[in-house]
Structure formats: C-alpha cells, structure tokens
C-alpha cells in the first residue's frame, strides 16, 4: 500500500516483549542486543487503521460472543474530548443499538456549566434528545475491566437522521469531505505527550513527579533515556498490553524533555482512525496509571518549570486515485501543493489557536526559548518552528503542526490543522521564507490567551464557511464559560505579589 508518511517499527519495552514471549512460544525471542527494537511485519506494511472490519450488526454480535462480552461502554468524545455515553448489557445493545442522550452533551464546558445564549448560540431550551449510531468498526474490548467489556464509538444524528454538525467526529468528517471533493486523501500520525505525576487529591497543592522502581523520583532532564523509561517498565507493560488487545498501534516510545514526561508516538493513517485512536489512547494510559498508583495527565502546562506537553501532527496528502503524496513530483521534488498547504498553515493556524490551545493552561506552553514553538514559522529539521518538514524520502514528504497541546481534542484538533493546509492549497498561499536557526527566540506571534483565540476564530470568515456557523458559534461560548469560570478562582501568584503591596 503506498503511503506519504514512513511505515515504521514499533517499539515496545524489552520487559513487555519478555513477558509477550513468554506467555506465546511462537513468537521469536530477539537477541538480548536487539531487544530496544522490535519490527512486526503485520505493522510495517500497513498504516494503523480503526480495527477490524465489522460489516453488520450480526458480525457484531458473533465478534461480542466469541469474546464472552457481558457489557458494552456506549461511548461518543464531547467537545473536550471526554468520553460520554452509557453502559448497558450486550443484549439490549443488540437489540437497539441506536440510543438517545441529550443534544447538550456537545454544549457543556470541561467544568460540567452551560454557557449563555446569545447572538450565535442558542441552547436548545428543551434540552432534547439526538441519537447516537454505533461505528461498529470501532468495536474493541475493554481490557482493564474485571468482567469481559467492549467499547465502541458512536456518531451523533438529529431526530431527522442528519448529522450534528457540533459533535466532533463530524467536524473531522465535514474537512474529510472537503478534501474527498477534490481527489485528495489526508493521511496523519499523532504524537502524544504526557506527565506521570504522584496522586494528586487535593487540586491547590503542585503536581510532582511520581517514583519509579529506584525509589527516588526523577530531579533532572532525561530525554530520550532508556534508563528513566524503565523505571516505569511494569506501567509501559500494561500500556502495550491493553493497546494490543484494543488494536491500537504504537510506534515508539520516547522520554521526553520534563520529569516523568513520555511521548507514544502513533502510526501513520487515516485522520479519522487515528483521531479514534488517540481519543482511545488517552484513556487506555490514564488506566494503565491508575492501576500503578499514578496519574497519567494531558494538560498543556501541568508544572511550573517543566516543559510543556504537545499532540504534534504529521500531515501529508495523498492522490485518492493513484494513492500518490501530492506534496511531491514525479522528479521527487517538492510541489506547488507542497508549500501552499504551508502558506495556508502559516496564515490560518493563529485563527484556530483556540482548537489547539484549548483551555486557559494551554497558553502557559507556549514560551519563548523553550520546547514549543511561538509562532508558525516553518523549516527544514527544524524543532523550533511551528511548522517542521522532517527528513524523509521524497514519497514521505509531510509537515509537521507543532503548535497542537496534547489537551486538545484529537478529532477538532487534526480537523482545524487539515482545514488551514487546505485552504493554502485551495488560494495557493505563497509561505514565508524557511527559517534555518532558532524560531522561539522572538517574540510570541500566536494568541497570548483563549479570549483573544477565540475572537481571531469568530473573526475569519474562511473558518467559519469551513467549519459552519453553527459549530464556531458554539465552540466560542463553550470557551467563554470555560474562561468565566477559571476567572473565578483565585492564583498562588495573586496571593503571593498582592495581598501586602497593593
């Protein structure tokens, strides 16, 4: 199968493989010297898809009973990403699997509040209900459960059968056709950063770093070290156990910048799939966490003096007829194509900051002078700009958005991140000239906070076509209660510099 971006081992802890081999003799020990890297040819011709094709409701149900299934996790991402849904027993999901919830689970803030009505949103005062339809490819068990559990992923439709136009996967599905009208066929691959932290129970108190197997919690940088990835062996164990039985694939797994920071990188697919996977993935490593006595957090910011935590895209597009990246010739030369998708990157990114910066913690990452990027330059190899061509073969040429945090909904995110390329295909947006040393060290040329995000997305009319007036509208207010409600809460910082000098 062609593909645009590379096709990749995967790595999994020398632990974790251990103990795979060990429970099934047919699979190969590796010599001691090569345990770091593992290639599966299952993995290395294909990219990650959502899983096993399911084509009917019956085929659903024989998967259901040759697992032993009891209970199924009814599940579709709100606005935040958050899972919602309902629980109930696999016969009465056979037996109707089309459910209703109220339509304003796509309205409700990260904080559990509703915002206002006005000009471009109204509540549906009502409070009626739409219906959810499985996505029976998205069938998978639920590996941390006790008793034998499945989960699948639900679309939203109105009363009439449409679609809701706010709910998440159809924002991704709107973009998808878009590009599909025109020949082309997106193809992503997420990386996914994240904290281990100690158990946090009481919010005022600062997150730290949690301990390892050496008793002693980590003080300095360790990125890329093996050495503090296996510190956490018998966690990285479960994350790679209940990912394979879910048939979400890992590519590598790193140590990143900050203490107890890890990034699991995803393999290369169709947007939809993997924005499925990462919705999944954050869940499966919460649990896995859990069961070792950590948590495992997502936010942008989560500690002063550490780096920030980022959801890096890598896009690339293909010819849906011939399955050729179109961001490269057939002298293996990049194309117009190529660097309008970057002009268009470079000049609409800022208006979709409030998708890829979500929450007011967000902002916090982007810092001059450190691992994140504070404008959208681009350049070649570059890590310190906002848009990054990695080194590649000229069929995986791609660019990479390194603006995303890793808070951000993966569906809205990847959706906000394509929208802007294609609308530099779309105009033929010239970009700027590459940028070959340090891009973080100016000035900070994206929003500086969700208000002013929010109001750059509500102010571009291109945006607003592209994702519809409905689903702006309704992003705006959500961010606007959201900001209320964090202006409510008091700061150590305001206690600290003005309660005896003002």
């Known amino acids: 199968m062609s593909n645009s971006l590379h096709s990749r081992g995967t790595f999994r802890p020398a632990v974790a493989r251990r103990r795979q081999c060990a429970q099934n003799p047919r699979?190969?020990?590796?010599?001691?010297?090569?345990?770091?890297?593992?290639?599966?040819?299952?993995?290395?011709?294909?990219?990650?898809?959502?899983?096993?094709?399911?084509?009917?409701?019956?085929?659903?149900?024989a998967w259901l009973k040759e697992r032993r299934i009891e209970d199924i996790e009814c599940l579709v991402p709100d606005l935040?990403?958050?899972?919602?849904?309902k629980m109930m027993p696999v016969e009465k999901f056979l037996t109707g699997p089309i459910m209703a919830m109220p339509g304003s689970i796509f309205t409700q803030t990260i904080a559990g509040d509703w915002p206002r009505d006005d000009e471009s949103f109204q509540s549906d005062q009502a409070d009626r209900d739409i219906l959810l339809e499985p996505d029976l490819n998205t069938l998978r068990v639920v590996p941390w459960e006790d008793d034998p559990t499945a989960q699948i992923i639900h679309d939203a439709r109105n009363a009439d059968g449409g679609p809701v136009e706010i709910a998440p996967r159809q924002v991704l599905r709107r973009i998808?056709?878009?590009?599909?009208?025109?020949?082309?066929?997106?193809?992503?691959?997420?990386?996914?950063?994240?904290?281990?932290?100690?158990?946090?129970k009481d919010p005022d108190y600062p997150l730290e770093p949690p301990t390892g197997r050496?008793?002693?919690?980590?003080?300095?940088?360790?990125?890329?070290?093996?050495?503090a990835i296996n510190e956490f062996d018998d966690l990285f164990d479960d994350i790679y156990d209940f990912s394979e039985?879910?048939?979400?694939?890992?590519?590598?797994?790193?140590?990143?910048?900050?203490?107890?920071?890890?990034?699991?990188?995803?393999?290369?697919?169709?947007?939809?799939?993997?924005?499925?996977?990462?919705?999944?993935?954050?869940?499966?490593?919460?649990?896995?966490?859990l069961r070792h006595d950590m948590y495992a957090t997502f936010m942008a910011k989560p500690m002063s003096g550490e780096p920030g935590?980022?959801?890096?895209?890598?896009?690339?597009?293909?010819?849906?007829?011939?399955?050729?990246?179109?961001?490269?010739?057939?002298?293996?030369?990049?194309t117009a194509a190529f660097f309008a998708f970057i002009g268009g990157s470079q000049r609409f990114l800022p208006a979709v900051a409030s998708i890829l910066a979500p929450y007011v913690n967000s902002y916090r990452r982007l810092q001059r002078r450190s691992s994140a990027p504070v404008n959208t330059d681009w350049g070649y190899d570059n890590r310190t700009v906002g848009l990054?061509?990695?080194?590649?073969?000229?069929?995986?040429?791609?660019?990479?958005?390194?603006?995303?945090?890793?808070?951000?909904?993966?569906?809205?995110?990847?959706a906000a991140s394509l929208a802007c390329g294609y609308l530099g295909m779309l105009g033929d947006i010239a970009p700027a000239e590459p940028v070959s040393g340090g891009a973080n060290l100016d000035e900070i040329d994206l929003p500086r906070g969700l208000l002013e995000a929010v109001a750059l997305l509500e102010g571009c009319e291109e945006l607003v076509d592209i994702f519809g007036p409905r689903f702006v509208g309704t992003y705006r207010a959500v961010k606007q209660a959201e900001f209320e409600t964090f202006m409510q809460v008091i700061s150590p910082w305001e206690r600290e510099y003005l309660l005896l000098n003002v």
């Open 245 to 289: 039985q879910q048939n979400l694939e890992i590519d590598t797994l790193i140590h990143e910048e900050g203490a107890a920071q890890m990034e699991i990188n995803l393999r290369h697919g169709d947007p939809l799939a993997l924005a499925d996977q990462v919705f999944l993935f954050k869940r499966t490593i919460r649990e896995a966490a």
């Open 80 to 85: 935040a990403g958050v899972a919602r849904g």
């Open 309 to 334: 935590s980022a959801m890096h895209i890598h896009q690339s597009v293909n010819d849906a007829a011939t399955g050729r990246n179109i961001f490269t010739d057939a002298d293996g030369e990049p």
């Open 388 to 414: 990054r061509v990695p080194n590649s073969a000229p069929e995986a040429r791609r660019i990479e958005n390194r603006i995303p945090s890793s808070d951000a909904n993966p569906y809205l995110a990847i």
């Open 176 to 200: 998808l056709d878009i590009y599909e009208r025109r020949g082309w066929r997106p193809v992503v691959a997420p990386e996914l950063e994240f904290y281990l932290v100690r158990p946090n």
């Open 27 to 61: 699979l190969p020990r590796t010599d001691s010297n090569l345990r770091c890297f593992v290639t599966r040819a299952d993995q290395t011709s294909n990219p990650a898809s959502s899983s096993a094709t399911i084509p009917s409701l019956d085929a659903a149900r």
């Open 214 to 227: 050496s008793g002693r919690p980590e003080a300095a940088r360790q990125s890329y070290s093996i050495a």
